[in-house]
């Protein structure tokens, strides 16, 4: 089992948990007792990005 935590002032998701299979997504097969960042690329949702159709 594990938890998947959304930080809004920061943006970013922490987890922590069992992560032997790299389910935590912080590039390693360790377990996590206190939360750690989740690797990846994406950004916070803030205000809609203007696109051209």
Not at 14 to 31: A, I, K, V, Y
Request: include cysteine.
């Amino acid at each position: 089992q594990h938890t998947l935590a959304f930080v809004p002032s920061s943006g970013k998701i922490d987890s922590f948990g069992l992560g032997g299979n790299g389910q935590l997504g912080t590039r390693s097969t360790c377990n996590r007792m206190s939360p750690a960042p989740v690797k990846g690329c994406w950004r916070a949702h803030t205000d809609p990005v203007p696109m051209e159709v």
